[in-house]
T-cell receptor
């Protein structure tokens, strides 16, 4: 059974700092991995999707990498801003199962 | 498109009552998912549909939970009878399909359910 873990559970950084969020999964036979953002009281917004054949995806200040063999992904946020404050969730698809989510990392960017 | 639309946004009910949550997926999307989110367990998949057909309901916690998708533009999640432990935020999501970039799921704003 696929399990997804995100560390740390919470992170607080000063504005302007570069940061890395970590995601690990137990079954490396995945089809793709997605990073989502969730604002308080809101639904999830898809940020990046990395297919199993890819190693990274970039969108603006965000860069997500995937290392299937080690069962890890990282989300890199450059030059963090207070507007980046949210919970970031990692999710994977493997086998015939749809997304399995981690519990997320709650990010606070302090102005 | 207005995105995935869920109603109601908030529901407060008493234990034992029937609760019906509603979802309108994005037009043209063939897959629909129901999730439950709690602090303790995070985001859990309850059930998903492809082309209106339930594919996997193994995440539905008990027989008190049921979901239907009578057509491509509407789905319901029903809890009968409701219990306090059902209190959570319930999300609906839809996607174009199941492969490659079609996997990208778009989430509704959720229904916050409180069972007293």
């Amino acid at each position: 059974k696929q399990e997804v873990t995100q560390i740390p559970a919470a992170l607080s950084v000063p504005e302007g700092e570069n940061l890395v969020l970590n995601c690990s999964f137990t079954d490396s036979a995945i089809y793709n991995l997605q990073w989502f953002r969730q604002d308080p009281g809101k639904g999830l917004t898809s940020l990046l999707l990395i297919q199993s054949s890819q190693r990274e995806q970039t969108s603006g200040r965000l860069n997500a990498s995937l290392d299937k063999s080690s069962g890890r992904s990282t989300l890199y946020i450059a030059a963090s801003q207070p507007g980046d404050s949210a919970t970031y969730l990692c999710a994977v698809i493997s086998g015939n199962t749809p997304l399995v989510f981690g519990k997320g990392t709650r990010l606070s960017v302090i102005a | 498109d207005a995105g995935v639309i869920q109603s109601p946004r908030h529901e407060v009910t008493e234990m034992g009552q029937e609760v019906t949550l509603r979802c309108k997926p994005i037009s043209g999307h063939n897959s629909l998912f129901w999730y439950r989110q709690t602090m303790m367990r995070g985001l859990e998949l309850l059930i998903y549909f492809n082309n209106n057909v339930p594919i996997d309901d193994s995440g539905m916690p008990e027989d008190r939970f049921s979901a239907k998708m009578p057509n491509a533009s509407f789905s319901t999640l029903k809890i009968q009878p409701s219990e306090p432990r059902d209190s959570a935020v319930y999300f609906c999501a839809s996607s174009l399909g199941q492969t490659g970039l079609k996997n990208i799921q778009y989430f509704g704003a959720g229904t916050r359910l409180s069972v007293l």
